[in-house]
């Protein structure tokens, strides 16, 4: 069924998190995110721009992005015959980088084809291996290693099955002896967000002995060659979050043996069409991958949800419940997580959630109808 895009709404929703999320670049207390409805025959896709308030995780923000969508992306997709929602992100593929901003526009076409398909998300992107998918969580960096050990503690009970602690110099070795030591035998793993060089190699190294699952991007947003040299002396696996961008990127890291596990986003690679192509490529090379989180609000997190039943999303996701972030999120129902850790996959068509319009209102900071 071709599909033409009559309309995009942009939305720009603005909400406080439940409590502060701390990695190596800042601190985010509120977030400002982008939302796009996508309009064909009066149904409605909608897709998440997964960028920070800020220029700091990788080049976009909130305002370049909403630029981007606005001046750039939606007059390329609006009026537009598509066989398939495979086909938009080659209507945006002329501008340089910008991925979040570009694949908040596809997931939106992905999530309205499935639903004129009348499908779940997750059948439309060939995915389905998983009815429930495995669930961690990430822990930002906290004021004081008590406070970190007692977020722990709340969230292994809560059955998360594994934790993610954000690492920079200063809050790095100290920090994960003493995690190790009040939790022997959880799944632990540290998240740099390149905080670190090739120069950091000795202390990256004194990781190691905590036998985390993997380190994740140590090095620099756009290192890869550094991160083959440094994974050549540790024996903790790297994971590549910021590193990896493209299948082509994914293509490099892994001939070059830069990573021994990859970390996908769906906004940093622009969408499915990208994410689906990663994810092939590294199943190919048995390379594990699992879905990261940007602090989504229910739509993004719906998405990764569909993502993460591909088969080769075999380590726990960051991907948690709505309750972690937002006292009230934009979906209903609110994103669970059962007491075993997991997320069950909606079987509704689209992303399986309906979005609370009434709340989409209360919080959304402007709005703009492009034609
Ligand atoms: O590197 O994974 C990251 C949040 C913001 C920016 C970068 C990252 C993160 C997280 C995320 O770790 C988490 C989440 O959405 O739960
Ligand atoms: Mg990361």
Redesign the pocket.
């Known amino acids: 069924m071709a599909i033409q895009i009559e309309r995009i709404v942009l939305r720009e929703i603005a909400m406080p998190l439940v409590h502060f999320?701390e990695?190596s670049f800042g601190r985010t207390t509120h977030r400002r995110i982008i939302l796009v409805e996508v309009v064909s025959q009066g149904v409605s896709g909608w897709g998440e721009v997964t960028c920070?308030e800020n220029p700091f995780?990788n080049e976009e923000w909130t305002d370049a992005a909403w630029m981007i969508v606005r001046n750039y992306v939606a007059p390329r997709v609006l009026n537009v015959s598509f066989e398939n929602a495979a086909e938009v992100a080659d209507r945006s593929a002329h501008i340089r980088g910008h991925l979040m901003a570009r694949g908040g526009v596809e997931a939106a076409v992905w999530d309205l084809e499935a639903r004129l398909n009348g499908v779940p998300l997750w059948e439309q992107i060939g995915g389905g291996w998983f009815k429930e998918i495995a669930c961690g969580?990430?822990i930002g960096i906290q004021d004081s290693v008590p406070q970190l050990l007692q977020t722990i503690e709340k969230e292994v009970a809560a059955g998360y099955q594994r934790i993610?602690v954000?690492i920079k110099p200063g809050w790095d070795v100290d920090v994960v002896r003493e995690v190790r030591r009040a939790f022997p035998s959880i799944r632990l793993m540290a998240?740099a967000?390149s905080a670190y060089t090739l120069a950091d190699a000795d202390r990256l190294r004194e990781l190691d002995e905590f036998h985390l699952m993997m380190i994740?991007?140590p090095l620099a947003h756009d290192e890869i060659v550094d991160h083959a040299a440094l994974q050549a002396q540790l024996e903790t696996p790297i994971c590549l979050?910021e590193c990896i961008r493209t299948v082509h990127h994914a293509e490099q890291a892994i001939r070059l043996q830069a990573c021994g596990i990859i970390?996908i986003k769906l906004g940093r690679v622009g969408g499915f069409r990208e994410a689906l192509r990663i994810h092939d490529l590294a199943q190919a090379h048995s390379i594990p991958v699992w879905c990261?989180?940007?602090?989504?609000s229910g739509v993004g997190r719906a998405h990764n949800i569909a993502l993460s039943t591909l088969p080769n999303f075999v380590l726990p996701g960051?991907v948690?419940a709505s309750k972690r972030y937002w006292a009230r999120d934009i979906i209903s129902p609110p994103v669970e997580v059962s007491p075993r850790g997991t997320i069950s996959v909606p079987e509704a068509s689209g992303f399986g959630y309906e979005v609370d319009r009434d709340y989409l209102r209360h919080v959304t900071a402007r709005e703009e109808t492009l034609t």
């Open positions: 999320f990695t920070g995780y969580v990430s993610k954000k998240d967000n994740e991007q979050d970390n990261g989180g940007m602090l989504e960051d948690s």
